[in-house]
């Protein structure tokens, strides 16, 4: 194999870092997870690089010097100027963190939202070489979407499109979200909101689930598990998940009229709580949605990692046509 002819993707979540060796066709040859702590945009930024300069020492490139490397982010980013503005309102710090990567690595680097970012992904190697029109959903610690209508997708004048996990959809409990609101999507049917809804109704349901100690989160898994042997705390909280999933995703159906729904994330990924949320579509909603409601054809653990890649490819294919990305 020829030199340049690999890009990095890395992905920085909330929890964890993950960077990996991506060639043209969408094979991550290698890769490697860094767990975290709490973090700022400041030392992210030190984060990555260690991170980054670990990994290139740890088995260095599989084929000579990447040609680009791509960043996917939590949080506000104006991928065309390489701007990372804030991972959330309290944590507020714009760094050109292109530009920063670039001057560190000598190589070209990319920058995009982490679900923005798996959606290029869903472009380039999955279902979105099949349609211009759909939507994407991440489902997992947090709830986000992305809008691609007529080819393009929706960023928004604040490069804050997609944070559908704060809209309320008629499922209530009785929990505020971060954002202020109350029980807003996120709170209901991602894993924290799974979590934090054991925590609030467990005194009111018989449960088999245990309740870790705060810091710790229930497990997905296990509330599906329990829910098929008729726990009857595990069967409210999937039915609330699935109701609310569901009701998100008509009320994006009916403002983007997509032919393709498409979800991802560790909360849908096993494709149990999908079979449920299928059960609360109404026909009538999504008759135009001719491409159904699936989960994503690509590794929904690795989806992030390969939209990184794809960042750092569509990067260089907009340079070479000398425009921005």
């Known amino acids: 194999m020829e030199k340049n002819n690999t890009y990095i ?34 030392s992210a930024l ?20 990447p040609a680009a490397i791509g960043v996917g982010l939590i949080g506000r980013v104006n991928a065309d100027e390489g701007i990372w503005y804030q991972i959330d309102p309290q944590r507020t710090y714009p760094i050109n963190l292109a530009q920063e990567l670039t001057e560190w690595t000598g190589i070209p680097c ?41 080819g393009k997708q929706v960023r928004g004048s604040h490069f804050n499109a997609g944070e559908v996990g704060h809209l309320r959809v008629g499922v209530q409990v009785g929990l505020k979200c971060p954002c202020g609101r109350m029980d807003c999507v996120e709170t209901i049917a991602s894993s924290v909101g799974l979590d934090r809804q054991a925590r609030f109704l467990h005194r009111y349901y018989d449960t088999r689930l245990e309740i870790p100690r705060q810091g710790e989160r229930i497990s997905v898994g296990e509330v599906f598990r329990l829910c098929q042997q008729g726990d009857p705390l595990c069967r409210k909280l999937v039915d609330n998940a699935a109701e ?12 983007s009229d997509p032919d393709t729904v498409i979800l991802a994330g560790e909360v849908v990924a096993d494709g149990f709580l999908l079979e449920r949320i299928r059960e609360k579509l109404q026909a009538v909603t999504i008759r135009f949605v001719t491409g159904g409601v699936v989960l994503t054809q690509l590794d929904p653990r690795l989806i992030s990692l390969l939209g990184a890649g794809a960042v750092a490819m569509d990067g260089m294919e907009q340079r070479k046509k000398g425009k921005k990305v």
């Open 244 to 255: 609310a999933m569901a009701n998100l995703i008509m009320d994006l159906v009916r403002v």
């Open 9 to 42: 993707g890395i992905v920085l979540s909330g929890y964890q870092l993950m960077i990996g060796e991506i060639d043209t066709a969408g094979n991550i040859l290698r890769m490697k997870e860094y767990r975290l702590n709490f973090f700022n945009q400041e």
């Open 110 to 150: 990319f920058i995009d939202n982490d679900v923005k970012s798996a959606t290029r992904a869903v472009i380039k190697w999955g279902l979105g070489r099949e349609t211009d029109n759909f939507i994407y959903i991440y489902v997992g610690t947090g709830i986000a979407a992305s809008l691609v209508i007529d």
């Open 46 to 65: 030190e984060i990555i690089k260690t991170s980054l300069d670990d990994f290139r020492k740890d088995g260095a490139w599989k084929s000579g010097r």
